[in-house]
DNA sequence: TTGCCTTTGGAAATCGTTATCGACAACGAT
DNA sequence: ATCGTTGTCGATAACGATTTCCAAAGGCAA
């Protein structure tokens, strides 16, 4: 697996007791050389050098890592690489880029299912020896108890123990309804998402606020449980558009529920926005193309991404962090799933 | 930094150390239980699972990564996570899904450019330690002799020494330029690509075959070099549009290339596509959010992640793998950026 | 030539984990 | 009573790199 052919070009992993013995020098010169120790002679050093250069050697993350308490090496936790995260690791790579830190993003890979506190665990796996710090993505458990550099982005829990930075979903919620009662509407329905999750608590309220601030009141018969599934959010969005009188708007919990109901809207042949608006949550690259391409709120993901990783970096550095909760706002995305409600002859 | 609080529950990294200590055995007692090797009493394994789960221990990837010759981690190695690599890291994700193996994504966030050879040093880093085999984004050189299991997804060398899964950069041209063909267009120019990058030279090719083969001859002054570079496409659109007889359409060979064109078509006040039709390749997000959207190649970024996973973990089993080169086609996306050519009265 | 200091390179310990192997107790069999 | 066997467990040596400490070599002055 590993060879020198007649250039010196190696072919496979190269190691410092490698280079050493092309070198003719023992491995702790070699280790002098890389990081720039004193004691070595120049001509010792230009030698070393060269040999390093030719070989392609580069010393091994792991080796170096469980050594030396620093790494430079800021990791990126993930359940899975879906969009949000993907968005989010953007920003974490935006932000990174000139502080000297590398990047690894890590994921399990969809065995996550298995273990809840499947953060704790990453932690353990890569915190303290491959990375100085973690941004954990999307947790699914609240009470995360971790004593070192870690910034969890969570759109959905609430305030919980460790810095968080999140979007802000009741004001999400509010302008995605408010939208809909400037068009007109009157009788808006929600598919709403996971009961256990504060996101979807608190866009539920978000609805229930922009209601009652319109002075309407709210009717419990137009709330149907999605529960963030797209199975699920079928059948919520089917129940409230067979309704007697249904309801002219709906504003889904999430992208993933909003296009589930654009779905079933074509499966009955009910005409999105024509005879009924829908809105949804997240601004997911899908919902652009969508027919029609989804009104939405949009979640700074990037932003995310780099606010989460500039406070990561602040919490390495040793830095005192006033607030360590962060909140952004979210925007309105109008596209062509909502329109003003036709006044019925 | 790390402590235990009362409950046991541990702030902090977690080492065996500490869970042997806390179980009142030795580390190498935690190794077996923790790895079900033989040779551990029931009750022992039973007493030192519930410290595991306690503590929420995990194994340090490092430490094990150095020990083990198997670490059952897959690395995606990319200069940056801009969309293109971002796409392919999902197709990865997709394909990792079920196998057992993990999924670590490496950057080094913008130090790239100091070295050409990145993709050499970053496996010299992770390859033989951290993971077992590693997918190679977009390499700058084409030269790579590496011979652990790495596979190279890249969109911009020619055959390289490496297993490469690519787009099909040629076919891919002549569908952007038949397209615009068949909408009537005759005098079709180009924003040519990096020339040192073949799939530039791929590209420029294919725009050339189609030319030929609609019986029509090249005009060498309808090209000119973007060279991939957002400030540099914009001079050459510039060039081109303002032409004592300028082209009705123009190719771009690459989306960044083709939105550069539009804001110069905005800014000389051309309409698109009434005026002139605008072709990119990619299909990058942002060419659906242009203003029009972008008519453009796609390029099965997640298939090509997939199909790279796949070889890769063949090549990992120690499998025979027939051909080491997949291209896969590409797909013409239309939108709004490219109309039939008005019949000048 | 001897003694001392400076320069330079090497040996050893270390990080957290795993594999190998040896220690030791309990037990049954002779 | 002694021996061998089985079952448990722990001590130890790696993996690759870094760092601390120490020894060897060379230079210079006396």
Redesign the pocket.
């Known amino acids: 697996m590993t060879g020198v052919d007649g250039n010196g070009q190696t072919t496979g992993?190269?190691?410092?007791?490698?280079?050493?013995a092309e070198a003719?020098?023992?491995?702790?010169?070699?280790?002098?050389v890389?990081?720039a120790?004193?004691?070595?002679?120049?001509?010792?050093?230009e030698h070393v050098t060269g040999v390093i250069n030719r070989l392609g050697?580069?010393?091994?993350l792991?080796?170096?890592s469980?050594?030396?308490t620093r790494t430079n090496v800021i990791g990126v936790l993930v359940a899975d690489f879906e969009p949000f995260s993907t968005e989010v690791l953007k920003g974490v790579a935006d932000a990174i880029r000139g502080t000297g830190y590398e990047l690894v993003a890590y994921s399990a890979g969809g065995r996550v299912d298995e273990h809840v506190g499947w953060e704790r665990r990453y932690l353990?796996r890569v915190m303290?020896?491959l990375v100085d710090g973690a941004v954990i993505v999307t947790p699914t458990v609240t009470d995360v108890q971790y004593d070192g550099p870690v910034v969890a982005v969570d759109p959905h829990t609430g305030r919980s123990s460790l810095p968080t930075v999140a979007a802000d979903n009741l004001q999400g919620a509010r302008i995605a309804v408010d939208h809909l009662i400037e068009l007109g509407h009157r009788r808006i329905g929600m598919v709403t998402g996971r009961p256990d999750l504060v996101s979807a608590q608190l866009r539920e309220q978000g609805y229930r606020d922009a209601i009652h601030a319109a002075g309407l009141r709210v009717d419990e018969d137009l709330l149907a449980l999605g529960a963030f599934d797209p199975e699920q959010a079928r059948e919520a969005a089917r129940a409230l558009l067979t309704l007697p009188d249904p309801p002219t708007a709906i504003f889904a919990a999430n992208d993933i529920s909003a296009l589930a109901t654009l779905d079933v809207a074509v499966e009955l042949g009910i005409d999105v926005p024509g005879a009924v608006s829908v809105v949804g949550f997240d601004n997911i690259p899908e919902s652009a193309l969508a027919h029609p391409p989804l009104t939405t709120v949009h979640q700074p993901m990037r932003q995310l991404g780099r606010d989460a990783t500039a406070m990561l970096v602040a919490l390495i550095a040793g830095e005192e962090i006033d607030d360590t909760h962060i909140t952004l706002d979210t925007t309105l995305v109008r596209r062509r799933s909502t329109a003003s409600l036709e006044v019925p002859s």
């Not at 050697?57 to 091994?60: I, L, M, N, Q, T």
Request: glycine letters at 8%; charged letters at 15%; proline letters at 2%.
């Open positions: 992993r190269v190691t410092m007791q490698q280079v050493a003719g020098v023992s491995v702790s010169t070699v280790s002098k890389i990081n120790r004193y004691g070595v002679a120049p001509e010792t050093f050697y580069e010393a091994s792991v080796a170096r469980l050594r030396n353990s303290g020896t």
